[in-house]
């Protein structure tokens, strides 16, 4: 089994910059890839960004250029440094961890609690 924890949400002004955490911890041996999704009032979840193991990034279009998303495979934490934040930002951010191999051997995928994040003035 293993639980991702998430840190870094809050209030911002537009223009402000916030970073994301999120530490799995339990029996793992190894995660394939870990991203960020965000889902918003009255609305889907959606991808925002997602890293593999070997540190290919991909980014939702609304965020290219803002977010960065980086991964410490030693310590199996994901962040997302999000800058010149905007109010359609806001919504609740969930970790997401994808094949995360625990032992003994089972190969599952896991979600974080969400954090909130809130842009405005």
């Known amino acids: 089994q293993a639980q991702l924890v998430e840190s870094g949400g809050g209030l911002v002004q537009p223009g402000g910059s916030l970073r994301l955490s999120c530490a799995a911890s339990g029996s793992i041996i190894s995660i394939n890839a870990m991203g960020w999704y965000r889902q918003a009032p009255g609305k889907q979840r959606e991808l925002v960004a997602l890293?593999?193991?070997?540190?290919?990034?991909n980014y939702a279009a609304p965020v290219k250029g803002r977010f960065t998303i980086s991964r410490d495979n030693a310590k199996n934490t994901v962040y997302l440094q999000m800058n010149s934040l905007k109010p359609e930002d806001t919504a609740v951010y969930y970790c997401n961890a994808k094949g995360v191999l625990t032992t003994p051997p089972r190969i599952n995928d896991y979600w974080g609690q969400g954090t909130q994040v809130t842009v405005s003035s």
């Open positions: 890293i593999t193991k070997s540190g290919s990034t």
